[in-house]
């Protein structure tokens, strides 16, 4: 992102909440205030993705796969590569010990410069377009030869961000009571579903609402969440069959009643750079002379206060 990109970003995120002459206690509400705005439209979006399924075109097992793990934006961009793979080419350069070179071209474009797609033998592909490296995401060429050379069902994970993926979620609110029954049939299993830990994040968001209203409240979920750390840790030991000491470090708590209370005051304004609202400069000898009153005078004698008429 270029930096006038950034701050066209940082001014479309603050528009509407903040703006040149906010004070800076005001700003800090607004910030939260526009934080809050922007989670509760990432979680409309998050909701969207997670209730509906992208159209599949081709039904592949790498589409099928991906649809499933990608949001929908960035499945989208996949499919834009993805579509792309049932034109091209391949054809084998050399092949270097565990190491394979190819050439994929497009079928029907001769203009398009060909690229060269090197694999090793535990599945690394480098593409000399360095889509993946720049952009994320893999290259129709690699596409290619997963599908077609080496008949890959699936992306392997090690190309699959996470920040692209279902699992990379911050909710505010809750959306999701309604299909809380289908996260609790999957309690069950091993491994913990995007849906469950929508859900639970939801449910430490209400509780954090709740805890800030009052300080005896704060006081409490604290005391809770420090009992749930030490029973996780208890659990966590008795799986992997090991000994955790408890110690006096782990059971302190952070307290607001600890934090010495800090008065925020507005900074003071320093002299900015550029021309003053007034200005200061010397006039000129005309534009001096345009300024001053001149005093009529009689015609007759030169003497003000007075004309010809009644000299």
């Not at 469950?196 to 409240?217: C, G, L, S």
């Not at 750390?229 to 607001?256: C, G, H, L, N, P």
Request: hydrophobic residues 30%; contains cysteine.
């Amino acid at each position: 992102m270029k930096s006038s990109q950034r701050s066209e970003s940082i001014n479309a995120f603050f528009d509407g909440f903040v703006h040149s002459s906010t004070p800076l206690l005001e700003f800090v509400d607004q910030y939260d205030n526009a934080i809050a705005d922007r989670r509760e439209k990432e979680e409309d979006q998050d909701f969207i993705c997670m209730m509906t399924k992208p159209d599949l075109t081709k039904v592949t097992p790498i589409e099928s796969y991906v649809s499933q793990i990608y949001t929908k934006n960035v499945f989208v961009r996949f499919k834009e590569q993805f579509d792309c793979v049932f034109h091209c080419l391949h054809k084998k350069l050399k092949k270097d010990g565990d190491k394979s070179t190819y050439q994929v071209t497009h079928r029907f474009d001769d203009k398009v410069v060909s690229h060269v797609v090197n694999v090793t033998s535990d599945c690394n592909f480098e593409c000399s377009c360095a889509k993946f490296e720049t952009a994320g995401l893999l290259c129709k060429h690699i596409l290619y030869l997963m599908g077609k050379k080496y008949d890959f069902t699936s992306i392997p994970e090690k190309y699959i961000l996470p920040r692209w993926t279902l699992n990379a979620r911050y909710t505010t609110s809750s959306k999701v009571d309604h299909i809380l029954e289908e996260s609790q049939k999957k309690s069950r299993q091993k491994t913990v579903s995007a849906l469950e830990i929508w859900n639970f994040r939801t449910y430490i968001d209400r509780i954090f609402d709740k805890a800030v209203r009052r300080r005896e409240f704060l006081v409490a979920a604290t005391n809770c969440l420090d009992n749930l750390s030490e029973q996780i840790d208890v659990i966590e030991a008795k799986k992997y069959d090991i000994f955790t000491e408890v110690t006096e470090v782990s059971r302190q708590t952070t307290s607001t009643s600890q934090i010495s209370q800090i008065t925020v005051r507005d900074p003071i304004k320093c002299k900015t750079k550029g021309r003053p609202k007034k200005a200061t400069r010397i006039l000129s000898g005309k534009q001096a002379s345009q300024l001053q009153v001149k005093t009529r005078l009689c015609r007759k004698c030169d003497g003000p206060g007075h004309d010809s008429r009644n000299c």
